[in-house]
């Protein structure tokens, strides 16, 4: 059943005179199945990080691996069938690989955060062009026919957080940055993940502190959504200590949208978040599916602590998560 109540709220965010809207799930436990995820062998070699992994075809995943500067083509059960190593330079060179997408079966773009540029490769891994953004890009996505580029927004004189390529020019899509006075809190605050859909429109959700999101639709009409959280973690939500943390404080940060996977079947978002309940002296992550409106629909808790998400249209039951210690699960989704 997908009508549920809600609790609504609003909260004075730290370090701004702002209020945060809040939607908060009561009962959030009694409502969650708790499942068991079944472990998988996950790729080998094992990736050095997974920074995200996403929907290729109905059955493959694109692995990218940040750290480890590599792109990786998986199959539904997780295993490498291929993939690239990117150089620091070279045809290949990736100063620093913050993302990528991919578009249709000719196409694979990469984000170079390092030097705050575009390329693009086809799937023979050849260089095909090289674009100078002026920014350094966080998240790409594919909606419709036009490339979606979210910015790492830390400085203030850029003119929003989303933006779209028109040609050869990176066009603001009026998605404002979250705003802070200290440089690296704001880089935090607007950490996000982005999703597009065919039909031009895209989802913009960020992963910490508050529980923000942006749907931006294919004529570039930007509306502001609410994440729906857990009741038990509402004390974090808009918690921002001084930066660098300390570890003591890293847990009541909050992480509305920890890792986050479309369903194109619906455009329902399906997000890694904690659950509010502590779980074998941790915080317990939960799956988490709201509609395309971010209302709330169904949730399972986890046995594993998942930091990655992966779903495929060919095996709508499951999910792929990923845990702290990059090991590889099978998990029923909600």
């Known amino acids: 059943m997908r009508l549920l109540s809600l609790t609504i709220g609003f909260l004075l965010v730290a370090g701004c005179d702002e209020e945060e809207p809040v939607v908060l799930i009561p009962d959030f436990a009694s409502r969650s199945r708790a499942v068991e995820c079944e472990p998988l062998p996950g790729p080998d070699p094992a990736p050095v990080e997974v920074t995200r992994l996403q929907p290729m075809t109905d059955s493959t995943f694109l692995l990218v691996d940040g750290a480890g500067r590599e792109l990786v083509i998986l199959d539904r059960g997780g295993r490498r069938i291929g993939g690239v190593q990117l ?3 070279g045809p290949l060179g990736v100063a620093m690989l913050t993302d990528a997408a991919f578009s249709s079966d000719t196409l694979l773009v990469v984000a170079d955060g390092g030097r705050q540029r575009l390329r693009g490769f ?4 050849r260089d095909l062009w090289t ?12 909606a419709g026919g036009r490339l979606l580029i979210a910015a790492a927004g830390m400085d203030t004189r850029l003119p929003g957080l989303l933006y779209a390529m028109r040609g050869p020019i990176a ?3 009026g998605v404002p940055l979250a705003s802070h006075p200290d440089g690296l809190a704001r880089l935090f605050l607007n950490d996000v993940m982005l999703h597009g859909y065919p039909d031009g429109s895209a989802l913009l959700a960020h992963r910490f502190v508050r529980p923000r999101a942006w749907r931006v639709d ?11 959280l857990p009741a038990a973690v509402r004390d974090g939500v808009g918690y921002l200590p001084p930066i660098p943390f300390r570890e003591e404080e ?11 996977a479309s369903d194109p079947r619906t455009r329902d978002l399906l997000y890694l978040t904690r659950s509010g309940r502590q779980r074998e002296g ?14 709330y629909v169904g949730s399972r808790l986890l046995d594993v602590n998942a930091v990655a998400l992966g779903y495929l249209p060919a ?15 099978r998990c029923e989704a909600p």
């Open 87 to 89: 150089s620091r330079d």
């Open 122 to 125: 086809d799937l023979e891994w």
């Open 131 to 142: 674009l100078e953004l002026g920014f350094p890009p966080q998240r790409l996505a594919f």
């Open 171 to 173: 066009e603001p899509l």
């Open 218 to 228: 294919a004529a570039n009409v930007v509306s502001r959504l609410t994440v729906p």
């Open 250 to 260: 890293i847990a009541r940060i909050a992480a509305p949208v920890i890792a986050s």
């Open 282 to 295: 941790r915080s317990e992550k939960a799956l988490v599916r709201a509609d395309r409106d971010l209302r």
């Open 315 to 329: 095996d709508p039951a499951t999910a792929i998560v990923v845990d702290y210690e990059n090991d590889w699960f």
